[in-house]
């Protein structure tokens, strides 16, 4: 992720962050985390399914962290149609499978966060995309 540039970027306004991931203790950790991190509420979801319905139904969500294996539906298909009706979506995959940082890229993830993390990685990269650098 390249140094933000001062002065040539604005704070995305109180960002909409959804967290989905079936492992429940990571689930509640990283939803704890970012919300403290970016001062607002984190919704979140088992599965990907449900952060579908969610999310087609709002259409009000700026940034997805999703793992990318899950039973109902993977990360990377969520990804797809999170991509198909709302493109200016933040998506992020997470994973500790090393070959997903390959896939979700050439799939069109706009970051990768690589399973064990820290707490301080998931706030880095939440708060590079919290500032739009568009």
């Given at each position: 992720?390249?140094?933000p540039i001062p002065g040539e970027y ?22 704890t985390a970012l919300s403290y991190c ?82 301080n990685d998931l706030f880095n990269i ?9």
């Amino acid at each position: 992720m390249p140094d933000p540039i001062p002065g040539e970027y604005l704070i995305i306004e109180n960002v909409k962050i959804i967290v989905v991931d079936d492992d429940i203790l990571l689930r509640k950790l990283t939803v704890t985390a970012l919300s403290y991190c970016v001062n607002r509420k984190v919704v979140s979801f088992s599965g990907g399914r449900q952060a579908w319905e969610f999310i087609k139904t709002t259409g009000d969500v700026d940034i997805v962290i999703s793992e990318a294996e899950m039973p109902d539906m993977s990360g990377f298909d969520l990804m797809a149609k999170v991509r198909e009706r709302y493109p200016e979506t933040i998506f992020i995959i997470m994973s500790g499978v090393a070959e997903h940082e390959d896939r979700s890229r050439k799939e069109g993830a706009t970051a990768f966060l690589a399973k064990p993390f820290e707490i301080n990685d998931l706030f880095n990269i939440v708060q590079y995309f919290v500032v739009d650098h568009s």
